[in-house]
Nanobody, 115 residues
Framework: QVQLVESGGGLVQPGGSLRLSCAASGSIFFLNDMGWYRQAPGKQRELVATITRAGRTKDADSIKGRFTTSRDNAKKTVYLQMNSLRPEDTAVYYC?????????WGQGTQVTVSS
């Protein structure tokens, strides 16, 4: 059984930083694109960033220059380094990955940016 387990969310003041991690586990033969999405209260889930196995990233305009996505293929883990956080970044952040040809989602981790 394949699982994505996220960690690293929490409460941070505006301008602060957080680092999210998402580890894939289970019977994994092909781990392709990984990424992050987020959903704020009353809004649809939106793309934050994706990263290919080769490390090529695609970022949403709203996070360019502030967030950095990376991955460790040996650890089957994707990271989201979030700097200069703003109140509008408050959301549940979901890890996403294409594993063995199927799309998987993590359970979500809450990020709250507030003073």
């Amino acid at each position: 059984q394949v699982q994505l387990v996220e960690s690293g969310g929490g409460l941070v003041q505006p301008g602060g930083s957080l680092r999210l991690s998402c580890a894939a586990s289970g019977s994994i033969f092909f781990l392709n694109d990984m990424g992050w999405y987020r959903q704020a209260p009353g809004k649809q889930r939106e793309l934050v960033a994706t990263i290919t196995r080769a490390g090529r990233t695609k970022d949403a305009d709203s996070i360019k220059g502030r967030f950095t996505t990376s991955r460790d293929n040996a650890k089957k883990t994707v990271y989201l380094q979030m700097n200069s956080l703003r109140p509008e970044d408050t959301a549940v952040y979901y890890c996403n990955a294409w594993i063995n040809g199927y799309e998987y989602w993590g359970q979500g981790t809450q990020v709250t940016v507030s003073s």
